[in-house]
Nanobody
Framework: QVQLVESGGGSVQAGGSLRLSCVASEYTYSTYCMGWFRQAPGKEREGVAAIDSDGVTSYQASVKGRFTISQDNAKNTLYLQMNNLKPEDTAMYYC????????????????????WGQGTQVTVSS
């Protein structure tokens, strides 16, 4: 079973930047959807950004233009570059993945995925 390990979280002031990384132990299949999700205290988990195995991306409206999802397949690594951070971006951030043609074809930020990492905390102060 794939293992996902996130890193790169931290505490920054509003307007600052962070880059999150998620290393996958393996890419079981060549077709997949990977995403970043976040959950703030007392709130439901929400999708932030997603990317499929063809490199097609999607974003939650509140982060579009500020966050960029990317991947380095040679390193089995998913990234989330977060610029112009706001206090409302404060949350635990998780990466997730699911495999198959269905997940690649329907890869969107809202699509639930099956395999999850442990998360990395992002805190943005005003």
């Amino acid at each position: 079973q794939v293992q996902l390990v996130e890193s790169g979280g931290g505490s920054v002031q509003a307007g600052g930047s962070l880059r999150l990384s998620c290393v996958a132990s393996e890419y079981t299949y060549s077709t997949y959807c990977m995403g970043w999700f976040r959950q703030a205290p007392g709130k439901e988990r929400e999708g932030v950004a997603a990317i499929d195995s063809d490199g097609v991306t999607s974003y939650q409206a509140s982060v579009k233009g500020r966050f960029t999802i990317s991947q380095d397949n040679a390193k089995n690594t998913l990234y989330l570059q977060m610029n112009n951070l706001k206090p409302e971006d404060t949350a635990m951030y998780y990466c997730a993945i699911d495999w198959g043609v269905y997940y690649r074809d329907y890869c969107r930020v809202e699509l639930p995925l099956s395999y999850w990492g442990q998360g990395t905390q992002v805190t943005v102060s005003s």
